[in-house]
T-cell receptor, first 114, second 115 residues
Framework: DAGITQSPRHKVTETGTPVTLRCHQT?????MYWYRQDPGHGLRLIHY???????DKGEVSDGYSVSRSKTEDFLLTLESATSSQTSVYFC?????????????FGPGTRLTVL | GENVEQHPSTLSVQEGDSAVIKCTYS??????FPWYKQELGKGPQLIID?????GEKKDQRIAVTLNKTAKHFSLHITETQPEDSAVYFC??????????????FGTGTRLTIIP
């Protein structure tokens, strides 16, 4: 499982409330990612980080912000959750130094916005 | 940006037969093509990948082929077994300026192996 944990694993919240999802890794990997998975869309990249305090946008970044204050934690924040952000969120890491910088995924967080 | 199309969306195969899943991509700069298997309630798991300088790669019962000219790549599973039942995703990647791969995924294929 590449030493990745996500918390919480399930969350139900109401429209307009802030939500923060946490990704924690134990193996000191440089690159971390947040994806969302929706039926009919596969996985779509929200944001990624290439180091502490270094982040960049993915293809569906609107409505999301991220922070990485230390190597092991990558936080995804929905400032004001909307029903369209109901999804399963996956964190991933790249094992830099591997053959082709393969990405490995965490177990996911199921978020429901009512 | 990159666009990846994946077909079929569902596939049922008799146990022991072969399964083939096909993907096309749009950006000729893509140079890394991983395949992931996702079981119910779990995160995607990397099963095989291929670089653009290679036409075919095999790992036991699974193989991937890549046609750069046509911009398509395929996953082949031979001698299918019940544990192969899952959702499979293809992806295409471009190396970012920061040294990592930015993946664009297909929409997935639900593979069911019929005993």
């Amino acid at each position: 499982d590449a030493g990745i944990t996500q918390s919480p694993r399930h969350k139900v919240t109401e429209t307009g409330t802030p939500v923060t999802l946490r990704c924690h890794q134990t193996e000191n990997h440089r690159y971390m990612y947040w994806y969302r998975q929706d039926p009919g869309h596969g996985l779509r990249l929200i944001h990624y980080s290439y180091g502490v305090k270094d982040t960049d946008k993915g293809e569906v970044s609107d409505g999301y912000s991220v922070s990485r204050s230390k190597t092991e934690d990558f936080l995804l924040t929905l400032e004001s959750a909307t029903s369209s952000q109901t999804s399963v969120y996956f964190c991933a890491i790249t094992k830099a130094g591997g053959r082709y910088n393969e990405q490995f995924f965490g177990p996911g967080t199921r978020l429901t916005v009512l | 940006g990159e666009n990846v199309e994946q077909h079929p969306s569902t596939l049922s195969v008799q146990e022991g037969d072969s399964a083939v899943i096909k993907c096309t991509y749009s950006d000729s700069a893509s140079n890394y093509f991983p395949w992931y298997k996702q079981e119910l309630g779990k995160g995607p798991q990397l099963i095989i990948d291929i670089r653009s300088n290679v036409g075919e790669k095999k790992d036991q019962r699974i193989a991937v082929t890549l046609n750069k000219t046509a911009k398509h790549f395929s996953l082949h599973i031979t001698e299918t077994q019940p544990e192969d039942s899952a959702v499979y995703f293809c992806a295409a990647s471009i190396r970012s300026n920061f040294g990592n791969e930015k993946l664009t995924f297909g929409t997935g294929t639900r593979l069911t192996i019929i005993p």
